[in-house]
């Protein structure tokens, strides 16, 4: 088992370094900075401080061939989406579209969610409200704040998908 760990900027809290073995890379967290797990709330921006285990991979098919990872791989479909409805029996959890749920949508326009690597937040059990779709996808230009999931440039990512493995543990904060 590998701990990698996201540790954020204390100056400049929406941007961080993403760390591991031979892994040193810049990152971007959310909008409003970072929150312990337990105080998050749904679309807060920020970013969950704890430690996840890693679940499984998404690609998109029609921009990346599948990655190089020991990791669960599943291509993406324009009929994939995430629950984002508290209130919703699939919260937290990969739904199929159209869905009645709000829900955000995993085929976009930008590049942002053509590798996605899902972890462990809020999942075992959901907790209605606590935070959903915290994944690490690709960065925008300039590593802008994301809505509180963890940001890597695409070369960075691919390489972390190369290398994490099953067992693997993500900690984002500061010890």
Known sequence: MTLWCVIPDEAH??????VGPVFDEPCALGKRGVVAASRGQEGDGKTPLGTYPVRRIFYRPDREDPPISKLPLCALSPSHGWCDAPESPHYN????LPCGDSHEKLWREDNIYDLILVIGHND???????GSAIFIHAAR???TPTL???ALEVRALRRLL?????DDLIKIGWD
């Open 162 to 166: 190369r290398q994490v493995m099953p």
């Open 148 to 150: 509180g999931c963890v």
């Open 93 to 96: 959890k990969l739904v199929r």
């Open 141 to 143: 230009h300039g590593f």
């Open 124 to 130: 075992a059990p959901v907790v209605s409200g606590l």
């Open 13 to 18: 809290p929406q941007k961080g370094r993403f």
